[in-house]
């Protein structure tokens, strides 16, 4: 699977500019992370890639055809979940995966039924009305969906959402087992999330894409702004930027990231978190000038 | 295909909800509305009071239930954000087929189960003039029918304006529509169709077909705006627009709808069942044409072929004409708007000319003829006939069928307009092919006979008139010769209503009265031959008649009007009531303007059932089922606190008032106004002194302009005043 972002902007008819004249590559095997704060375009993104949107200009091509020509084949090989969703209360798990089996083509889905459930810890709830699962059991039965018929190309918009610590590290593996042989496209603002099984990053800020690599790049794009300081020793020094304060027995120590360091501070491997904020507040700095 | 595949999917799914089931139980059980609440089709007849109406019902209430649940359903996905996963996985269109094919679905087994749950409902009131085809083609076409029309219409608004509150106006104002300003115009009325009656005894075919044409139109019309709102379904982030600028790009989303669309209007404008008559209905044009100058009519020989599978008529008649003026000339015919019509004179061909003027159910022909001195003019004549576009809300008529028909002038052959009759006025020969088990019933004093049977079972009738027109009953008719009153009456009354006719001792019946009221009152001024043809029609609002044949409208033979008790104490009682209508109500007619007097046909009618009655079965069985009778109900009516107080009548809302103010009325027509004569009778010396008077009054000189016998009229024959028939 091959999508290649072309000069894409999306404007809202509402005036709003989402996205201003995107250029990405995605190619399968990958796990790619998407970051960015809220307002981003992340979501924009996303739509525009399972056609709920459609550029205002530029083209998406999916294995170089052009997305409004390939609409349906790419949707017969896409999983998506969405990060506001609702399901048929009045089904049970199990029906509802059948539905939207159905939705997608598949043919004889119960094996397939079977196995997005099991994936997702939902054995138990299989044959429970959807009205009576909790948030974070509806959640599974929405990456379930997504699972389901093995697509090439998934999107996950924000999916650990209302899930529990233990649940985000198995989906997390999920994720990533999945990714070995496909596109997987994962949204979110959790870190941690990304940290540890993307091979790819994309960061985006104001409808623009800031970053695109490796996580390790984007890591060593910090090397050299990120440091730590006692809070008493700091100055008033502009552009500094503290991303974390932590109390201890000897006072507070705080975490920060700047074009350059203060003397007072003392320089730091950067974690990927850093990196993300230095970029971020890099971008912002310059939006503003 | 996908859609195929996903359409059992959606309709499991909708079958699943609590909400379509509600909805699918309320409209199996809206039926019964149509015998308590709403009453559209108003003739007395056993299918239009359990069979029209709980139809009927069933269908406005249906229609809207469903309507509703389509509103809901729609906008569920996307209220719940359902729709985004569905939409990522096929598009928002399938879907939308999809989702309007399971509502389909939903209201189909709707309408089925109604018709599962109201069959032994309906036969059991129904009786024994319940039909299976009359019943099916009844929930199909005025209940089931309904359900796709607002399950479209729904689907279209919401699809439009993607809101729940906008979508129940706009629907709330279309349904207005249809039962408020639309409700008498037969072809817009999608919801509630113009159904007055339903016959019992005969068929209704015509009746469907109309239906049918209606609800077809707006199915087409309906589904013609749906395909335009389909195209407006909002996709990628679009308004109504830009969704519809984006769908029309596959041209043959626009096509279909278009198509659809006009394909529905041309349906609208070119019905087939009702003309485009002046509608100054005292236009004249017709009748006033100039006569042709020295033209005179020699004789007219007709053969028509009705196509009862059809409801169709296929038709020759050959004209002879004298002309001594020399000059050539133009014949005007009269035909029914539905028929085309070709001419030609000894073999060849003349043209003949439409010219677009209709009047009075006919539509004005024009032929030009030669100088010729004698002329034979054939004219070969046929189609699906229209009816008179003033009765567009009393449908039915003309009906066409195997077991019924009835041909009216212009309907039967071309009613020629401006030759003048020879000696013998218009001397006609018609020959009618009918299904083997119809008899042919001229109306009037001619009498048909089979002239020849065919292989195919048909059979074909002869008879001669000499009017300009001429009426044609024909059906599977029994027919019963019964002498009385010093002719025979040739009694014929509809197969299907053969075991009710002789629980009620029709023949019986028929004899009584004729005798006492020919011998009482005087002959049937209609009834002066040798013969009386008494013809059970089918419904039709009332009863005509002309020499030699008069008809009974099959509303009055009912069995639930004949176990009336108001009207006799057993249903053959009843059947002489009805009867006696022949005298007081056809024989003399009656004005009943005045809605507030008890002075009516049915006053004379009681009176007379009662005289009859008195005479069959002794004095005090008619005082004790009749006179009493009447002297309660009476009594009941001057207590009743409606009557004491009106003002409190006016006060209520209309529906309540029609209903307690028709009762009322009731009272007046069939109990106080038989008393007052019954007191007349006591005040002028006796039986037989009333009976002298009413013999007076039948035979009096009536005034062609106001034909009619009035209160006055009868108070004045019996030098009464109107005080002194107070029962105060």
Redesign the interface.
């Known amino acids: 699977m091959e999508i290649a972002i072309e000069n894409v902007s999306m404007t809202?008819?509402n005036g709003k500019q989402a996205l201003r004249e995107l250029d990405l590559e995605l190619k399968s095997p990958s796990l790619v992370g998407l970051l960015g704060p809220n307002g981003a375009g992340k979501s924009t993104l996303m739509?525009l890639l399972?056609?709920?949107?459609?550029p205002t200009a530029g083209t998406i091509l999916a294995d170089g055809q052009p997305l409004e020509k390939a609409?349906?084949q790419l949707?017969a090989r896409?999983g998506?979940l969405?990060q506001?969703?609702?399901?048929?209360?009045?089904?049970t798990v199990t029906?509802f995966l059948?539905?939207?089996a159905?939705?997608?083509?598949l043919r004889g889905p119960q094996a397939a039924i079977r196995e997005v459930i099991r994936a997702v810890n939902l054995e138990e709830k299989a044959r429970a009305r959807i009205r009576t699962l909790s948030g974070g059991q509806r959640q599974r039965v929405?990456i379930a969906?997504a699972l389901l018929g093995d697509p090439a190309f998934l999107i996950f918009d924000e999916p650990t959402v209302g899930l529990d610590p233990e649940e985000r590290i198995h989906f997390r593996n999920l994720f990533s087992r999945a990714a070995q042989d496909r596109l997987v496209l994962l949204s979110t603002h959790i870190i941690e999330d990304v940290q540890s099984v993307c091979d790819q990053l994309v960061v985006m800020d104001h409808g623009q894409i800031l970053f695109a690599g490796t996580p390790e790049a984007l890591i060593q794009s910090a090397a050299g702004h990120v440091g730590v300081f006692w809070e008493r020793e700091a100055g008033q020094e502009a552009g500094l930027h503290i991303t974390a304060r932590v109390n201890t027995g000897r006072g507070v120590r705080c975490r920060a990231v700047a074009d350059t360091l203060p003397a007072y501070a003392q320089p730091s491997e950067p974690s990927l978190e850093d990196a993300y904020l230095y970029l971020i507040h890099l971008h912002s700095k310059e939006a503003a000038l | 295909m996908k859609t195929l595949r996903l359409f059992p999917l959606e309709l499991g799914r909708l079958l699943r909800s609590r909400l379509t089931w509600l909805v699918v139980l309320l409209t199996v059980l809206s039926p019964a509305a149509g015998l308590i609440l709403y009453k559209p089709a108003y003739a007395d007849t056993m299918l239009s009071m359990y069979l029209a109406n709980p139809a009927l019902a069933g269908g406005v209430a249906g229609g809207i239930l469903f309507a509703l649940l389509t509103i809901f359903e729609l906008d569920r996905a996307r209220r719940s954000r359902t729709d985004m996963l569905t939409d990522a996985a096929v598009s928002p269109h399938a879907m939308a087929l999809v989702r309007l094919l399971a509502l389909l679905t939903a209201a189909v087994l709707a309408t089925g189960l109604a018709m599962l749950v109201w069959l032994p409902i309906s036969m059991g009131l129904i009786g024994a003039v319940f039909t299976g085809v009359d019943y099916v083609l009844a929930y199909l076409l005025f209940m089931g029918l309904a359900l796709p029309l607002a399950i479209l219409a729904a689907g279209a608004a919401y699809q439009f304006t993607q809101r729940t509150d906008l979508s129940a106006v706009l629907l709330a104002a279309f349904a207005g529509l249809s039962l408020t300003v639309w409700a008498d115009d037969w072809q817009l009325c999608w919801l509630n169709p113009c159904v007055w009656a339903m016959s019992d005894d005969f068929t209704n075919f015509r009746l469907f077909r109309t239906v049918a044409w209606m609800r077809l139109t707006w199915l087409g019309i309906l589904a013609g705006v749906w395909g335009v709102s389909y195209l407006c379904i909002r996709r990628y982030g679009k308004g109504l627009l830009g969704s519809l600028g984006r769908s029309v790009r596959r041209v043959w989303r626009p096509a279909i709808a278009l198509a659809l669309l006009v394909c529905s209007g041309t349906a609208y404008a070119a019905q087939p069942f009702y003309d485009n008559s002046n509608p100054d209905l005292t236009a004249m044009t017709l009748y006033e044409l100039d006569y042709a100058e020295g033209v005179t009519f020699l004789d007219r020989t007709v053969q028509v072929f009705p196509d009862t599978e059809a409801g169709a008529v296929e038709g020759r008649a050959v004209y002879r004409f004298q002309n001594t003026s020399g000059k050539e000339w133009t014949a005007c015919f009269g035909v029914d708007p539905g028929y085309d019509l070709t001419a030609s004179v000894g073999g060849e061909a003349v043209p003949a000319v439409r010219t677009g003027y209709e009047e009075s159910n006919m539509a004005l022909w024009e032929i030009a003829l030669p100088a010729d001195g004698e002329v034979e003019l054939t004219l070969e004549y046929g189609g699906f006939p229209k009816d008179w576009n003033l009765s567009s809300t009393v449908q039915g008529d003309p009906e066409i069928s195997g077991i019924y028909l009835c041909l009216e002038n212009q309907r039967l052959f071309p009613y020629l307009l401006n030759v003048l009759p020879g000696d013998e006025d218009y001397p006609t020969t018609v020959e009618v092919t009918l299904p083997g088990a119809m008899l042919a019933i001229p109306f009037g004093t001619s009498e048909a006979e089979v002239v020849a049977e065919h292989r195919d079972g048909t059979r074909t009738w002869r008879y001669a008139s000499n009017s300009t027109g001429g009426i044609l009953y024909a059906g599977d008719y029994v027919r019963q010769d019964i002498q009385a009153g010093g002719m025979t009456i040739e009694f014929y009354y509809g197969r299907k209503h053969q075991a009710v006719m002789e629980a009620a001792g029709a023949a019986d019946a028929v004899r009584a009265v004729v005798d006492y009221c020919t011998e009482h009152y005087g002959a049937l001024s209609f009834g002066t031959g040798d013969t009386l043809k008494l013809i059970q029609s089918r419904v039709a609002g009332g009863g005509y008649a002309v020499d030699g044949a008069s008809l009974l409208n099959e509303e009055d033979f009912t069995t639930a009007n004949l176990d009336d008790t108001g009207k006799g104490a057993i249903p053959g009682e009843v059947f002489i009531h009805e009867l006696v209508h022949q005298w007081w109500g056809l024989g003399n007619m009656f004005d009943t303007a005045d809605e507030t007097s008890p002075w009516s046909s049915e006053g004379l009618t009681v009176y007379t059932t009662y005289r009859i009655v008195k005479e069959l079965y002794g004095e005090d069985y008619a005082q004790k089922y009749y006179v009493d009778q009447w002297r309660q109900e009476v009594d009941d009516y001057f207590l009743n606190f409606y009557v004491r107080r009106p003002e409190y009548l006016e006060k209520l809302p209309e529906a309540e008032r029609l209903n307690i103010a028709g009762s009322l009325s009731g009272v007046r027509h069939y109990s106080e106004m038989p008393l007052k004569i019954l007191k007349a009778e006591q005040l002028v010396g006796g039986e037989a002194a009333m009976d002298q008077i009413l013999h007076d009054l039948f035979n009096r000189e009536v005034d062609p302009a106001y034909p009619y016998l009035t209160y006055q009229d009868f108070l004045d024959a019996c030098h009464l005043t109107e005080e002194e028939l107070d029962l105060g």
């Open positions: 809202y008819p739509k399972v056609s709920a949107l459609a609409e349906r949707k896409l998506y969405p506001d969703f609702g399901l048929f209360d009045e089904l029906q059948d539905y939207m159905a939705l997608k083509g929405g969906q």
